[in-house]
């Protein structure tokens, strides 16, 4: 099904490259900036069962984005430079950020680097728990489950069940099918007590994860010292902040920005929900992160930034470079603005 809606995507989105209309949509959809949404930086593999592969793009096509976004006369500027352009309404030339969530380590060993041949200032999301070696990267653990298993055993709503991952195309399936029912789960302890549970059933080291993909407070204090890197606040756990209380979501959001300014000695004003679609941040978690005095928030609700979202800072939307499309036709569609305006009904500001 996941390949299907791909497909489906893929085809919509050529359909608007070989029509040309994307050239004549960018000067009324393109608005005043983007915020690009990425991962991982990292080479290509070439393992059939890749399903968090949507979170990943190579240098190579980091590379390529960045010189489309040159090549079209857009300025690539840090955050505080697009907040001080939009509280300003100095919007003359076209803007863009680039941002990538979780504080990954291959974000300075193959995402730096690409960034540097251009000069381009970026941002990284840092979720507190992440940095500390301690977080739960349940999605990649779930990963790690189906790839080494045949067949997957997990007590779903009290039930014994099995699921068969002999094949690619099963563990697809299955991922597809666990992915849902763990996001479906009201609080994030249950889906933190639902993945142990599978991690211990298929003898995966969970805990090991963070460490293993995540950069360190030492790492971040020398990845952070290049000019170029800003580093935002993801929360501490990488919690589902809509499931959280409101005094829960605040101490999320407060902690993870004094983290960053005690542990790297930095200001952290930009914030980024996680997962931060309409499931995981509403106008609650919004006023919240007013509250705590970010300068900045990013959803990933897609879209383009037009100047209406001067009087919505906190509810910024953004465009992910999805692994799944990296195709430099499909960039020039996405970076018009054509895309995501079809997605949000042609609605510039989605902010409630
Ligand atoms: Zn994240």
Known sequence: MKSLRHSIIRVGLE?????????????????????????HVRPARDDAFQPNRHLEVTPDFLRVT?????????????????????????????????????????????????????????????????????????WVALERVIARSEAIDASIDGVETRIDASTAEAKTAAFAKLHEWLRSMPTDVEVAAAVSDLCRRHHVDEAAIAPELCMSWQELAEFARDPLVTIGAHTMSHCNLAHATAEDAEREMATSRSIIQTKLRLPADHLAYPYGDRLAAGARDFAIAAKVGFKTAVTTRPGMVFAENAGHMMALPRLSLNGNYQDERLLSVLTSGAATAVWNGFRRVDAA
């Not at 994307?22 to 949404?37: C, E, K, P, Y």
């Not at 352009?85 to 730096?112: E, K, M, P």
């Open 15 to 39: 359909a608007i490259y070989f029509s040309g209309a994307h050239h004549v949509l960018r000067s009324i959809f393109g608005g005043a900036g983007t915020i690009f949404m990425l991962h």
């Open 66 to 138: 960045l010189k489309h976004i040159r090549d079209l006369g857009v300025d690539i500027v840090s955050l505080d430079e697009a907040h001080r352009r939009l509280t300003t309404a100095d919007l003359s030339r076209r803007f863009a950020c680039i941002t990538f969530d979780d504080g990954y380590r291959d974000n300075r060993d193959h995402a730096l680097p690409v960034m540097r041949e251009f000069g381009a200032p970026f941002t990284v999301y840092v979720a507190g728990d992440f940095a500390s070696g301690h977080g739960r990267l349940w």
